[in-house]
């Protein structure tokens, strides 16, 4: 049931694939709740994936950029400035490869190549993003930007392999870029921290199916949805979190704060 949260405010959603995606629900959400978006992906996933049907579905503009070329953020930012008649409100990046897990590299037998092109897709192209946002003065004062991340960043999980790392630096970029955008823009900068969750990027970490039953006899109240996590952040970009900034937060039904559950102790 729709609570007109996002009412007047506007944003850009990275990393709708197809409808599986987190970024995906999150738009559908965004504009449940009478926020406006512009839709964005890398060309090739623009061209191999599903997005050109959200856009028609929201009516939002479906704008290409690679999220590691600072000039194709330029260019979107300044679009999005242009669409929107001004400062928007709100940026989800939903952005996650890594091409050693998706090339079945072992953590201890990386190409490092590959970890470096893994890095700079999934988490300093937040950086980069953050800084073009910074530097356009894009958002509104109240703004909020979130990114998606995984407990990997916390504790070991060996087939997210070289995703750990990444969510690691992703996570440290939202603490130290977001001082910055609250001391001197008041926006607040947080990163997701969601349940696995089955989606394209999701079926890439080997024994997915397994880890999902695992997490969920983990967790208290069973794996966030994409479709929950679309809510939570929904919640983020809503006037009722304004002076929540430079967190991790963890959408997960509890399992990062549960050791262990009855149900996996019966299981042995
Ligand atoms: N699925 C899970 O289990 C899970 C759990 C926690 C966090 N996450 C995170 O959620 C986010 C979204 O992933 P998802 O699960 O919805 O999968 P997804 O595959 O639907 O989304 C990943 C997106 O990243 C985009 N992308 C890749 N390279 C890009 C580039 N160079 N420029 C711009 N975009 C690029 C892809 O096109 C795709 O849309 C990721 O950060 C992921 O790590 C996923």
Redesign the pocket.
């Given at each position: 049931m729709p609570h007109n949260l996002l009412k007047n405010k506007k944003g850009i959603i990275?990393?709708?694939?197809?409808n599986?995606?987190?970024?995906?629900k999150v738009a559908e959400t965004v504009k449940e709740e009478g926020g406006d978006v512009i839709l964005?992906?890398?060309p090739?996933?623009i061209r191999m994936?599903d997005i050109d049907k959200l856009g028609k579905q929201l009516d939002s503009p479906v704008i290409a950029?690679?999220?590691?070329s600072i000039l194709e953020l330029e260019n979107l930012i300044q679009t999005a400035l242009e669409h929107f008649k001004g400062k928007f409100d709100f940026v989800l990046?939903?952005?996650?490869?890594s091409l050693n897990v998706r090339k079945k590299r072992d953590y201890t037998n990386q190409n490092h190549e590959w970890t470096k092109k893994g890095w700079d897709?999934?988490a300093l192209?937040f950086h980069k993003l953050l800084q073009v946002l910074y530097t356009k003065d894009a958002l509104n004062k109240w703004g909020s930007i979130v990114?998606?991340?995984?407990i990997a960043a916390q504790r070991t999980f060996p087939n997210y392999n070289d995703?750990a790392d990444n969510?690691a630096y992703l996570e440290s970029i939202a603490r130290s870029f977001g001082y910055f955008f609250g001391k001197n823009k008041k926006v607040r900068v947080n990163t997701v921290?969601?349940?696995?969750?089955?989606?394209?990027?999701?079926q890439g970490?080997e024994g997915?199916e397994n880890f999902l039953n695992f997490s969920e006899k983990t967790s208290p109240l069973g794996n966030a949805t994409?479709s929950e996590c679309a809510h939570y952040v929904v919640s983020l970009f809503s006037d009722f979190t304004r002076k929540v900034t430079m967190q991790n937060l963890f959408h997960d039904g509890g399992f990062s704060t549960t050791g262990v559950s009855q149900e996996i102790i019966e299981d042995f």
């Open positions: 990275f990393g709708a694939l197809d599986k995606s987190i970024a995906w964005t992906n890398a090739v996933a994936g950029a690679d999220a590691t990046h939903s952005i996650g490869m897709i999934s192209s990114a998606l991340t995984y995703m969510k921290s969601q349940s696995p969750t089955r989606t394209t990027a999701g970490v997915l994409a």
